[in-house]
């Protein structure tokens, strides 16, 4: 069983930025695919943004070049840098890790964008 962990979240001001890491345990396997999805009360889960061989990349349409996704390999680790972050940011954001066709899903970390 993979453990994945969020970690970052909290209350911004809009027009504020944030960062969230989520780190995945190790396995023997490798990690083929990482992404942060988000889901706000009352609203479907909505994919961020997602990294595919620890390169390729993809955002939601609402990302509007503000978030930015990397992952470093070493440490197992993928994070997202929000900037300009607006009160429809507001949700609950999760990481999920797929490793050998099987997805990993993390508790979760909340984002509250707030005056």
């Known amino acids: 069983q993979v453990q994945v962990v969020e970690s970052g979240g909290g209350l911004v001001q809009p027009g504020g930025s944030l960062k969230l890491s989520c780190e995945a345990s190790?396995?023997?396997?490798?990690?083929?695919?990482m992404g942060w999805y988000r889901q706000a009360p009352g609203k479907e889960r909505a994919l961020v943004a997602g990294?595919?061989?620890?390169?390729?990349?993809n955002y939601g349409d609402f990302v509007k070049g503000r978030f930015t996704i990397s992952q470093d390999n070493a440490k197992n680790t993928m994070y997202l840098e929000m900037n300009n972050l607006e009160p429809e940011d507001t949700a609950v954001y999760y990481c999920?890790?797929?490793?050998?066709?099987?997805?990993?899903w993390g508790q979760g970390t909340q984002v509250t964008v707030s005056r």
């Open positions: 999920k890790v797929r490793i050998r066709g099987h997805d990993f």
């Open positions: 990294i595919i061989g620890g390169r390729a990349t």
């Open positions: 190790k396995t023997i396997y490798p990690i083929h695919a």
